[in-house]
């Protein structure tokens, strides 16, 4: 009787271990699906442009740094097959959600994907997008979280600041660092909040610059509309999709940020003094981005 309950209970291991050892089935018919992907860059060494696509230096009472940059979001993305392609005509692959509750139509913040570096911030399937060559990229950013560095006191600390660089954006509430600021309104572009701690306690300040650089290249034969965020730059190559490709289509939106944050420098130094107890303070003057360099692999 014990050899045949040790015989019952070997069988029963050794039917239960071949069933774990079994192989996944594997679908031999299955047909991967290509992405057209696309993800963030940020550069400090790229050169700085201005709103015309030419190189631009710091104008004379002002000062610049270059932020460090934590996340930012896309609302529009578009392939333009040459520089006479109008902003619309070219090639959408992406829009984000917009909203009429503040009032005008804006950008509706809440459902906007905000990203890091080197993370995908959009991806759709290359069988979705129009075969072509296309030479420009045109991107509508609407949102910057970066690190920057500020005088008070005589101190040098650093402090986060969000920005709204879009055409107008629907705001419930937004994180800055830490400390959650309520708005339930729509800001233009230009309007910012900025978070720091000062011995151990924590300050937070909203403001609006006076303008947004949009460095566009092709501004004589393909123009943005005033108060957009349209960047706009060339590929290397042109980029050209087929509809048969096999593999992923990885486009990287490189975006100069060399001096990108800039203001009025009351007293020459070249640090940014919000307030030093004495003099109203340095006033931020520019917050956009300083260029668009997309590349593809």
């Known amino acids: ?91 959408i692959v992406y829009k984000g959600a917009e909203t009429t509750v503040g009032g005008g139509n804006a950008v509706d913040f809440d ?78 572009q230009g309007y910012w909040g900025f978070e720091t701690t000062i011995l151990g306690n924590p300050f937070v300040f909203e403001g609006q610059a006076a303008g947004t650089t949009v460095p566009n290249p092709i501004a004589g034969t393909s123009p943005i509309p005033p108060g957009s965020c349209v960047v706009t730059g060339d590929f290397p190559t042109p980029l050209t999709i087929t509809g048969n490709e096999t593999q992923d289509i990885v486009v990287t939106i490189n975006l100069s940020t060399n001096n990108s944050f800039e203001w009025r420098d009351l007293n020459g130094d070249g640090l940014y003094e919000p307030s030093d107890g004495v003099n109203p303070g340095d006033t931020v003057v520019d917050m956009g981005l300083r260029g668009l360099y997309p590349t593809y692999q």
């Open 1 to 91: 009787m014990k050899k045949i309950l040790i015989l019952l209970i070997c069988s029963t291991v050794l039917l239960v271990s071949c069933s774990k050892d079994k192989d996944p089935i594997v679908n031999p018919t299955a047909v991967y699906i290509p992405k057209l992907i696309f993800k963030f860059k940020f550069d400090s060494t790229l050169a700085r442009l201005d709103n015309f696509g030419n190189p631009a230096t710091i104008p004379v009472g002002n000062s610049a740094q270059s932020p460090k940059f934590q996340t930012m979001s896309a609302h529009y993305i578009e392939f333009a097959p040459n520089n006479l392609t109008q902003l619309g005509a070219g090639e």
């Open 111 to 188: 459902q906007a994907v905000v990203a890091g570096e080197d993370v995908t911030i959009y991806s759709t399937s290359l069988s979705s997008v129009t075969p072509g060559t296309y030479e420009w990229l045109r991107v509508s950013l609407t949102y910057q979280n970066y690190d920057i560095k500020f005088l008070s006191s005589g101190v040098l600390y650093t402090g986060r600041l969000a920005s709204f660089v879009g055409f107008e954006t629907y705001i419930t509430n937004y994180t800055i660092n830490t400390q959650s600021v309520l708005v339930y309104d729509n800001k233009p």
